[in-house]
């Protein structure tokens, strides 16, 4: 709720649904690719506030042998919430699969997989 004063001054009345459409779509178009933040955003291209479509890496399968190695990878990432363990539960669009296995965030991806490398070398 806000006063009719303000809310006059701070927004104006469109009389032509042309004018809005492209400012729409335009919004629309990047709400895919970039947070509610903008271009300028402290976490990049990680940041997931407010996007209309978001990427899930999940990790599954034969998991608790790599259990520690993905600890080790998660605890290296600066943003607290990206160290945690999630454990997650999905049904995929295309094919209603069911999928249990890690939450991976992106900025950790890179990490993690450096470390599943690392310990299918030694097992080879």
Wanted: with cysteine; proline share 2%.
């Amino acid at each position: 709720e806000m006063p009719l004063s303000e809310l006059k001054g701070k927004y104006r009345k469109v009389s032509s649904i042309d004018k809005v459409s492209k400012g729409w779509q335009d919004e629309y178009d990047v709400s895919s690719k970039q947070c509610m933040h903008g271009s300028k955003c402290k976490v990049g291209s990680y940041c997931t506030v407010g996007r209309r479509l978001q990427e899930f890496n999940i990790l599954g399968g034969l998991i608790l042998p790599v259990w520690g190695t993905i600890e080790k990878a998660l605890a290296k990432q600066v943003y607290q919430n990206h160290k945690r363990i999630r454990v997650v539960r999905l049904v995929t669009t295309n094919d209603n699969q069911r999928i249990v296995g890690l939450f991976i965030p992106n900025a950790a991806v890179e990490s993690v997989l450096t470390g599943l490398q690392w310990v299918q070398d030694i097992n080879d």
